[in-house]
């Protein structure tokens, strides 16, 4: 038995001219998809919306919360709050001034003899006291001069000591007629020429004794010194040293040269011709260091036209040398001072529609927005003229998000006590804010006024 599969015949062409017979697909095509009712597709749309338009209502309330600060006058809910207390006491008044250190006394050391200079008795930058010696010019010449003339007036000092005796002996001749009278007045005059020719050798004398004495030169004041401007070894006239040998300045005590709008200058003529001087505080450059505490000493005579300021010269002990010639400082000057005067943190005054007012805290923790009127300040704290009064509470932090009425809480209860208290404020000032100062601006010229309310 053959178990060889039976080979399948090749298919047989069909005649020409004849289509091919058709063919069927072994397994039966699958039926088209169902597509769903229209109402379903409808259903499933409206939900498919719904459920965005939710997640993006979710999202963006859900930002505008975390991003969105509360405005000044948004309600509901407790704001926290931090808060001072009004004090009571004194605020010193100042003016504030740009102003220039200027030496009391700036000496150009100069020889007045010509000469050789034959030794320095000072170091640069040294300082010292007034009649401390600073050279020496050859003194040799003058010392030879000075005994020529001494040896002349002894010479003409014996002249004369003979003409006085002959004057005697003529005088008693002329009483008893045994000479001329003529002779006696002869001799009178030969006697008052002797005389003069002695006072004109000790004139000499005295000459080449103060020459010799300007061979010494020694410091006029007490200072310190500067840099050298001759060598030794080298001959000085006194034309020949346009900058002398040395500049000699004062610095103990020094003074400060500032300038006041002329606005301010009753204020300060008014306290200074009081018994008490006005006190000057000297600040460095930036304003923020205090150098040295001295008090007004001088006034100008006259306003400056041109700028509309005038002059003032505040002396300084300047001990410490703390105080440079030539160097700007911002200066205070005390003119008055605000006795038993309400005080609060800058922080507290807050501007708006009804002008310059405060936030004061009431007993049921709810703010009420008070009027003030301020005074002059220090860059920390403000005096309040009108509005306040001692011990009500103020808000000082967090005041942007109040309005009339709102509730607070107090976020540090310790700070209450910011407010200060009386007698103890830094110098306040009418035409600037000294906690503040800037020496951009130019001598004369104001740094504000008085703040008021508005």
């Excluded at 000297?282 to 509309?308: H, P, V, W």
């Excluded at 005390?334 to 807050?350: F, G, M, R, S, Y």
């Amino acid at each position: 038995m053959n178990d060889q599969p039976t080979p399948l015949a090749p298919p047989v062409a069909p005649p020409p001219g004849r289509p091919l017979p058709e063919t069927r697909p072994p397994f039966p095509p699958a039926p088209p998809a169902e597509r769903p009712p229209r109402r379903h597709r409808v259903l499933y749309l409206i939900l498919g919306l719904v459920l965005i338009a939710g997640a993006a209502t979710w999202a963006i309330t859900h930002n505008k919360e975390k991003t969105t600060p509360a405005g000044r006058f948004a309600s509901g809910g407790t704001m926290p709050v931090g808060t001072a207390t009004v004090a009571q006491g004194d605020m010193p008044i100042t003016l504030s001034a740009l102003g220039t250190v200027t030496p009391l006394a700036t000496i150009t050391v100069q020889t007045q003899i010509s000469g050789q200079l034959i030794e320095i008795g000072f170091q640069e930058g040294q300082i010292v006291q007034k009649g401390d010696f600073l050279a020496q010019i050859d003194p040799r010449p003058y010392q030879v001069a000075l005994e020529t003339d001494q040896a002349q007036l002894a010479k003409d000092q014996a002249s004369l000591n003979g003409a006085e005796v002959d004057l005697k002996r003529y005088t008693t001749l002329a009483a008893q007629k045994s000479i001329a009278t003529q002779t006696r007045d002869d001799q009178v005059a030969t006697v008052a020429q002797d005389r003069a020719q002695v006072m004109l050798d000790q004139s000499n004398i005295d000459t080449q004794k103060l020459n010799l004495a300007y061979c010494r030169i020694t410091s006029p004041v007490t200072g310190r010194v500067g840099l050298r401007q001759v060598d030794q070894g080298n001959y000085v006239t006194p034309t020949s040293l346009a900058n002398g040998i040395v500049v000699v300045t004062q610095l103990s005590p020094i003074s400060v040269i500032f300038t006041v709008p002329e606005d301010n200058l009753p204020q300060v003529m008014k306290q200074f011709g009081g018994s008490a001087p006005l006190q000057a505080t000297a600040y460095d450059r930036a304003g923020l260091t205090k150098i040295d505490t001295g008090q007004l000493s001088t006034i100008d005579n006259q306003i400056d036209t041109t700028t509309g300021t005038v002059k003032m010269r505040a002396t300084f002990d300047n001990k410490a040398n703390t105080l440079f010639p030539n160097q700007f400082v911002n200066i205070q000057l005390l003119v008055d001072t605000l006795k038993n005067t309400e005080i609060v943190p800058d922080a507290a005054i807050q501007r708006g529609a009804p002008g310059t007012f405060v936030y004061v805290v009431k007993p049921d923790n709810t703010v009420s927005a008070v009027p003030v009127t301020l005074g002059p300040d220090d860059g920390q704290k403000v005096a309040v003229t009108k509005g306040l009064s001692k011990g009500q509470v103020v808000v000082i932090d967090g005041a942007d998000r109040l309005k009339d009425g709102a509730k607070v809480t107090i976020s540090e209860p310790g700070a209450s006590g910011q407010g200060g208290s009386g007698g103890t404020n830094p110098p306040a000032s009418t035409n600037g804010q000294p906690g503040q100062r800037q020496h951009g601006q130019g001598q004369g010229q104001g740094q504000g006024h008085q703040r008021s309310s508005q």
